[in-house]
Nanobody, 124 residues
Framework: QVQLVESGGGLVQAGGSLRLSCAAS????????MGWFRQAPGKEREFVAS????????YYAGAVKGRFTSSRDNSKNTVYLQMNSLKPEDTAVYYC?????????????????WGQGTQVTVSS
């Protein structure tokens, strides 16, 4: 059974940093792109970042580009999201997901497996 477990969320002041981790189990996903999405209260889930299967290509939403960095360690079946210069508008539940393909993807429908999410709260 495939399982994704996010960790690293929490409460941080504006301008601070957090590093999210997402560990996958059940099988290896070195051939699959992985992604991060977020959902704020009262809003739809939105794309945040995607990283290709080998980790050489990343793609970010405009709202986080330059502040967030995604990386992965295929030997650990884990993907990371380093979040710097956090803003109150970054407050949301963050989800990691495994894509159906190896190339970066920004559409939720291209992802087959999802974690339960981790809360990130940025205070002003």
């Amino acid at each position: 059974q495939v399982q994704l477990v996010e960790s690293g969320g929490g409460l941080v002041q504006a301008g601070g940093s957090l590093r999210l981790s997402c560990a996958a189990s059940g099988r290896t996903f070195s051939m699959n792109a992985m992604g991060w999405f977020r959902q704020a209260p009262g809003k739809e889930r939105e794309f945040v970042a995607s990283i290709s299967s080998g980790g050489s290509t990343t793609y970010y939403a405009g709202a986080v580009k330059g502040r967030f960095t995604s990386s992965r360690d295929n030997s650990k079946n884990t993907v990371y999201l380093q979040m710097n210069s956090l803003k109150p508008e970054d407050t949301a539940v963050y989800y990691c997901a495994i894509a159906r393909y190896g190339r970066v993807r920004a559409v939720a429908a291209d992802y087959d497996y999802w974690g339960q999410g981790t809360q990130v709260t940025v205070s002003s």
